[in-house]
C-alpha cells in the first residue's frame, strides 16, 4: 500500500475533494487508474492496495470517499471486500473497474450497492465521464432537501432537472433498466442481439428487445440483420457513438459515457 504524500508532508485539501483508494493487484495498471483519476478534478488518490486485505486496511487508515476496485484480487474476490468494508463501519463508495464480464459479477455489484461498473480496458474518458457523474450524484445527495416523493425520485434517478424529464423514455420503460441495457450495449464485443442482451442483463427478452429497438429509435444504437439457414433474420444491435451519431443524452447516460 501507498500514499500519496511522501514524507507525510501536509498537503492543503479543498473541501469538495474526493479522496480515492485504487485497488488492483497489477502495479502497472494501479499506476494508469491513479494517473487518470488525477487529472479529474475534484479527485484524489489517497492510496493504493493491491490485494483484498491490503484494501481493508487502507480504508481504515485512508477514509477515503471512493474506492475503484478491481474483483481478480489474489487473496479475495473483490465483491467479498464489500461486506467486510461495512461490517467495520467504512461507508466510502465503490466503483468496480474489472476484466470481469460474468453477469453474475454484475448483478452481484449491483446486490452490494456498487456506484458503477467499468469494463477494462478502457479510455480515459470512460473513467472520467463517470467519475465526474458520481460527484455530481454525490453533491446531489449531500445536498439534497428532502420536502416530497419528486424530490426522493430525482436523487434516486439521479437526474439534474425535474424528474418528468424522465418521460423521454416510453411509457412502461424504466430509467433503471434503460441505464443496465446502455451500459450492456456499449460494452459489447461487436452487435448484439436482443437474445444475448437479456442473457447478459437478466432481463427479458421481450424487454431486452424494446430497450434496444428505442435506442435504434433515438440513433443511439445501429441495426444490421443476421441471416440464418432458415426462418426471420436475428436483428443485431452496435452501440453508436461517433460524432456524427444521433445520440442525444437521454436522462439515464446524462453526463456519462461508457466502454
Known amino acids: 500500500?501507498?500514499?500519496?504524500?511522501?514524507?507525510?508532508?501536509?498537503?492543503?485539501?479543498?473541501?469538495?475533494?474526493?479522496?480515492?483508494?485504487?485497488?488492483?493487484?497489477?502495479?502497472?495498471?494501479?499506476?494508469?487508474?491513479?494517473?487518470?483519476?488525477?487529472?479529474?478534478?475534484?479527485f484524489r488518490v489517497t492510496g493504493v492496495a493491491g490485494t483484498g486485505e491490503e484494501a481493508v486496511a487502507a480504508v481504515g487508515e485512508l477514509r477515503p470517499g471512493l474506492v475503484l476496485l478491481d474483483l481478480y484480487l489474489p487473496d479475495l474476490f473483490g465483491l467479498d471486500v464489500i461486506p467486510r468494508l461495512r461490517a467495520a463501519g467504512h461507508e466510502c463508495d465503490v466503483m468496480v473497474?474489472?476484466?470481469?464480464?460474468?453477469?453474475?459479477?454484475?448483478?452481484?455489484?449491483?446486490?452490494?450497492?456498487?456506484?458503477?461498473?467499468?469494463?477494462?480496458?478502457?479510455?480515459?474518458?470512460?473513467?472520467r465521464a463517470r467519475l465526474e457523474r458520481y460527484a455530481a450524484q454525490r453533491g446531489r445527495l449531500r445536498d439534497a432537501v428532502v420536502r416530497g416523493q419528486a424530490d426522493v425520485d430525482r436523487v434516486l434517478a439521479g437526474a439534474a432537472?425535474?424528474?418528468?424529464?424522465?418521460?423521454?423514455?416510453?411509457?412502461?420503460?424504466?430509467?433503471e433498466t434503460a441505464r443496465l441495457i446502455e451500459?450492456?450495449?456499449?460494452?459489447?464485443?461487436?452487435?448484439?442481439?436482443?437474445?444475448?442482451c437479456a442473457e447478459s442483463t437478466g432481463v427479458s427478452r421481450v424487454s431486452a428487445r424494446r430497450y434496444l429497438e428505442h435506442f435504434h429509435t433515438v440513433g443511439s444504437a445501429e441495426v444490421?440483420?443476421?441471416?440464418?439457414?432458415?426462418?426471420?433474420?436475428?436483428?443485431?444491435?452496435?452501440?453508436?457513438d461517433g460524432a456524427g451519431?444521433?445520440?442525444?443524452?437521454?436522462?439515464?447516460?446524462?453526463?456519462g459515457t461508457g466502454v
Open 1 to 42: 500500500m501507498t500514499t500519496s504524500t511522501p514524507g507525510g508532508r501536509p498537503t492543503t485539501v479543498a473541501d469538495d475533494t474526493i479522496d480515492v483508494l485504487v485497488v488492483d493487484d497489477d502495479f502497472r495498471v494501479a499506476r494508469v487508474h491513479r494517473a487518470y483519476v488525477a487529472r479529474v478534478e475534484p
Open 183 to 196: 451500459r450492456t450495449l456499449r460494452q459489447a464485443d461487436g452487435t448484439l442481439s436482443a437474445r444475448e
Open 224 to 240: 444490421s440483420l443476421r441471416y440464418g439457414a432458415a426462418g426471420r433474420p436475428e436483428r443485431r444491435y452496435r452501440f453508436v
Open 161 to 175: 432537472g425535474p424528474v418528468p424529464a424522465v418521460s423521454a423514455l416510453p411509457k412502461g420503460m424504466s430509467v
Open 245 to 255: 451519431a444521433r445520440t442525444a443524452r437521454e436522462p439515464w447516460s446524462r453526463g
Open 97 to 127: 473497474i474489472s476484466a470481469a464480464r460474468e453477469a453474475d459479477s454484475v448483478r452481484g455489484a449491483v446486490r452490494h450497492g456498487v456506484v458503477d461498473y467499468l469494463l477494462k480496458p478502457f479510455a480515459f474518458e470512460d473513467l
